[in-house]
């Protein structure tokens, strides 16, 4: 089993800045996986948002690219997601998870973004 505890969410202004953290738990060899971030706003399906391969390649979603980074420290079994120039639009409860996703979901960080 693997646990999963998302942090750093809060409340900014348009165009401001966050870092998201992620520690893993558990029966887990974070090393061997891809991880990623996910969100999901209210009433809204959860989304890919970035990844992390085992082999350092990163991807992300176009509603992100250029503004997010992720990042990972596997001795820590971590992984970030540094915001920046956050939007309205980027409002959303932020989870970590295996890429593809596992069934092991955290209770994920909000993220408040005004305008």
């Known amino acids: 089993q693997v646990q999963l505890v998302e942090s750093g969410g809060g409340l900014v202004h348009t165009g401001g800045s966050l870092r998201l953290s992620c520690t893993a738990s558990g029966n887990f060899l974070f090393r061997f996986r891809s991880m990623a971030w996910y969100r999901q706003a209210p009433g809204n399906q959860r989304e890919f948002v970035a990844r992390f391969g085992t082999a350092g390649t990163t991807t992300y979603a176009d509603s992100v690219k250029g503004r997010f980074t992720i990042s990972r420290d596997n001795a820590q079994n971590a992984v970030y997601l540094q915001m920046s120039s956050l939007k309205p639009e980027d409002t959303a409860v932020y989870y970590c998870?295996?890429?593809?996703?596992?069934?092991?979901w955290g209770k994920g960080t909000l993220v408040t973004v005004s305008s």
């Open positions: 998870n295996t890429d593809p996703p596992s069934d092991n």
